[in-house]
């Protein structure tokens, strides 16, 4: 489609009724996760929250993450599923000769992302379905997927279609998702199943997916921060998720 910009947001891919934004954004609401526009400024910085607990994690990954970035010459990155665009600020700020691309097919977080960080012209919120042609947003050196790698249904696709759009010396990092052994992956999915039934939202499951280490094994990666099985069953302030690094070559 020809590029147009509404809200702050430029659109490279008709908005689509796939029932996923509607179903996602409900549920988000009821887990008390749709912030306001002061606290998504803040974040990973979250106080007086529901939430707080689980921000001290993230806080913890993202400063780990943003260390690792800080000191490298990056033009252009793109974040893969950035909701409101939060990390997608922490990373500009992070490397700041770079133009972070806030990419998502959630329009509502978007537009916030557009707002809430107006005054930063470094980031560039775009409504775009990643398997769409579109010739319009450079090649980044970098695709980070934060905590949304799982609403991708097969691990393999989107990290070839990842190499497909990215410079051949880039690199995909993958953080604050769930990635599984093989023998766990089937225990995660009827929790998952449950939870979302409990909730009142089973169609969620449908667009959730359980993706395990086995599947990374093709490619060239390297498990940048895996958590201790002790730190995951005492919650020692440490994320329970692994940090990945996926290179071409």
């Not at 590029?3 to 008390?32: C, D, I, W």
């Not at 921000?55 to 260390?67: A, D, F, H, I, Y």
């Not at 916030?112 to 919120?125: D, M, T």
């Not at 009142?200 to 280490?213: I, L, N």
Request: aromatic share 14%; with cysteine.
């Amino acid at each position: 489609m020809k590029p147009v910009t509404k809200n702050g947001v430029l659109y490279l891919s008709e908005p689509q009724e796939h029932g996923f934004e509607k179903a996602y954004l409900s549920l988000r609401e009821k887990e008390n996760r749709l912030l306001s526009d002061s606290q998504v400024a803040k974040l990973p910085y979250l106080v007086n929250h529901a939430l707080e607990k689980e921000w001290k994690l993230r806080q913890e990954s993202t400063e780990r993450v943003l260390n690792y970035f800080k000191d490298k010459e990056l033009v252009n990155v793109f974040e893969i599923g950035a909701g409101n665009g939060w990390f997608s600020n922490q990373l500009s700020l992070a490397i700041p000769n770079a133009t972070v691309y806030a990419i998502d097919v959630n329009a509502k977080e978007l537009e916030q992302c557009a707002n809430v960080f107006s005054k930063n012209k470094n980031i560039k919120p775009v409504y775009w379905n990643i398997f769409d042609k579109q010739t319009f947003l450079p090649k980044p050196g970098l695709i980070v997927y934060n905590a949304s790698i799982q609403y991708f249904p097969l691990l393999k696709e989107i990290i070839l279609r990842s190499f497909e759009v990215m410079k051949a010396y880039g690199e995909i990092h993958i953080i604050d998702s769930p990635i599984y052994a093989k023998n766990k992956a089937l225990e995660a999915i009827e929790r998952s199943e449950n939870y979302y039934k409990s909730q009142g939202f089973p169609e969620v499951s449908k667009f959730y997916f359980h993706h395990t280490f086995e599947e990374l094994e093709k490619f060239n990666h390297k498990v940048l921060y895996q958590p201790s099985v002790l730190a995951k069953i005492l919650g020692k302030g440490k994320s329970p998720f692994p940090w990945i690094r996926i290179s071409k070559y």
